[in-house]
């Protein structure tokens, strides 16, 4: 069973950077396919970014430019640097790691970004 832990979340000005990680126990994480999801208060969860066993990444079309994801299996590991935060960055991001039917979610962290 693979457990998440995502850590980085704070409270930053507009145009500034964070990265956030989401660390992971388990071997199965090497292969699983690692995607970042986000939350607003009020809002539908969405998908942030991706990135896939085989390296390959994929971005909401809201944060393309800005943001990278990234994996270090060596670390058990997926990043997601951002830059450039705008206040509507504003949400509870959750990364979760799914392989075939299994899937799971770390508990989530916070990032507020106010002026």
């Known amino acids: 069973q693979v457990q998440l832990v995502e850590s980085g979340g704070r409270l930053v000005q507009p145009g500034e950077s964070l990265r956030l990680s989401c660390t992971a126990s388990?071997?199965?994480?090497?292969?699983?396919?690692v995607a970042w999801h986000r939350q607003a208060p009020g809002k539908q969860r969405e998908l942030v970014a991706v990135?896939?066993?085989?390296?390959?990444?994929d971005y909401a079309d809201s944060v393309k430019g800005r943001f990278t994801i990234s994996r270090d299996n060596a670390k058990n590991s997926v990043y997601l640097q951002m830059n450039s935060l705008k206040p509507e960055d504003t949400a509870v991001y959750s990364c979760?790691?799914?392989?075939?039917?299994?899937?799971?979610w770390g508990q989530g962290t916070q990032v507020t970004v106010s002026s």
């Open positions: 979760n790691a799914r392989l075939g039917a299994y899937s799971t």
């Open positions: 388990g071997t199965i994480f090497k292969l699983a396919n």
């Open positions: 990135v896939r066993g085989d390296h390959t990444s």
